[in-house]
C-alpha cells in the first residue's frame, strides 16, 4: 500500500499549484484521504479530506484561516486512483512539506494520528 504525492515546486505569490497524490495497492474509493501540510517550524496541520462517498471537509487553524481554506479544492479520480489537491492564491505563508494519508475508517478528521497510510510529501515553497 503506498502513496506518492507530486506536483510541488516554487511559485510565486499569487499562482496556483496541483498537488496529486497516487495511490497503488489498494483502491482509494474506500478510504479518506486527506492533505496535510507541516510548515518549518511548525506542527502538522491538516487542510481539507475527500471521504469514501465524496463528502469534503476543511479544517480551520489560527495559522490558516477559513478564508484560506477556500483556496484549497480537493477531489478525486477513481479512474486513476489518484487525489488532488488544487490550491490557488498561494502566499509565503502557504510553504511547506504537503502530504496525503488515507484513513482506513473512510471518514475524514483533522487528526494525522487516524490516519494509516501516509506519503513521504511534496515540497511547496512560495517565495518571489
Known amino acids: 500500500l503506498r502513496l506518492v504525492e507530486s506536483g510541488g515546486g516554487l511559485v510565486q505569490p499569487g499562482g496556483s499549484l496541483r498537488l496529486s497524490c497516487a495511490g497503488s495497492g489498494f483502491s482509494l474509493d474506500y478510504y479518506a484521504t486527506g492533505w496535510f501540510r507541516q510548515a518549518p517550524g511548525k506542527p502538522i496541520e491538516g487542510l481539507v479530506c475527500?471521504?469514501?462517498?465524496?463528502?469534503?471537509?476543511?479544517?480551520?487553524?489560527?495559522d490558516t484561516p477559513h478564508s484560506a481554506k477556500d483556496r484549497f479544492i480537493i477531489s478525486r479520480d477513481s479512474d486513476k486512483n489518484t487525489v488532488y489537491l488544487q490550491v490557488n492564491g498561494l502566499q509565503p505563508e502557504d510553504t511547506g512539506l504537503y502530504s496525503c494519508a488515507a484513513a482506513l475508517a473512510g471518514e475524514c478528521s483533522p487528526s494525522p494520528n487516524l490516519y494509516a497510510y501516509w506519503g513521504e510529501g511534496t515540497q511547496v515553497t512560495v517565495s518571489s
Open positions: 475527500i471521504s469514501f462517498d465524496g463528502k469534503i471537509s476543511s479544517y480551520d487553524s489560527f
